[in-house]
């Protein structure tokens, strides 16, 4: 069965420059979540959309932003980086946003120097 | 925010063992998700309860709405039963599905079973 894809599975980054993770949820699923995890960390909830509106929001840093496309697949923008943004950071997807279960992607691991 | 403990915090036990893990949170949710994450840092959903008790293979998740609390079994362990198993609850009023609410996860229990 098609997984939750993430893009690019591993990226190093220096400081100041810009990201861009991509989350390709499971077809015909449009709910898409971000999660940020730091070494040792216990995943930290970012945002999440619903039919390509933002639907919630956590503790996502002013600079960063995402949105969902159309196609359902979602893109996590990340400005100015700093060594602390070096996290694993998932992405996971549901069909509809009630009582759905989560599906979780491999993760994109961002290194910053 | 809804405050998510686990317990234990790390857990060794011998192949074959039932092993059971421990999860209580703050306030009402409208769901909870058993997760294990291996070395590698992917992420795998097992169960999503939204009451009484859930079976897959050798493991079982049960949850008690009144007391804020689950549990996770795992009955005759195996060694690549070795795993981070996290907690993620998704605050809200319990059937009131709400938006696409982010999980808050508890810190995670290591299992190591040896062979």
């Known amino acids: 069965a098609a997984g939750v894809i993430q893009s690019p599975r591993h990226l190093i980054k220096e400081k100041r420059e810009t990201a861009t993770l991509k989350c390709y949820p499971i077809?015909?699923?449009?709910?898409v979540y971000w999660y940020q995890q730091g070494p040792g960390q216990d995943p930290q909830f970012l945002i999440s959309?619903?039919?390509?509106?933002?639907?919630d929001k956590g503790s996502i840093p002013d600079r960063f932003s995402a949105q969902q496309f159309s196609d359902y697949h979602s893109e996590l923008n990340m400005s100015s980086l700093e060594l602390g943004d070096s996290a694993l950071y998932f992405c996971?997807?549901?069909?509809?946003?009630?009582?759905?279960?989560?599906?979780f992607g491999p993760g994109t691991r961002l290194l910053v120097l | 925010k809804n405050e998510v403990e686990q317990s234990p915090q790390n857990l060794t036990a011998q192949e074959g063992e039932f092993i059971t893990i421990n999860c209580s949170y703050s306030v009402g949710i409208s769901a909870l998700h058993w997760l294990q994450q291996h070395p590698g840092g992917g992420i795998v959903s097992l169960f999503m309860l939204s009451s009484g008790k859930k079976k897959h293979g050798r493991l079982i998740a049960t949850i008690n709405i009144q007391e804020k609390h689950s549990s996770l079994h795992i009955t005759a362990s195996h060694p690549r039963d070795s795993a981070v198993y996290i907690c993620a609850v998704r605050s809200g009023q319990w059937g009131s599905g709400g938006g696409a609410d982010g999980l808050t996860f508890g810190k995670g229990t290591h299992l190591i079973i040896q062979p």
């Open positions: 077809p015909r699923h449009d709910t």
């Open positions: 996971a997807s549901s069909l509809g946003v009630f009582q759905e279960t989560q599906y």
């Open positions: 959309f619903y039919e390509k509106m933002q639907s």
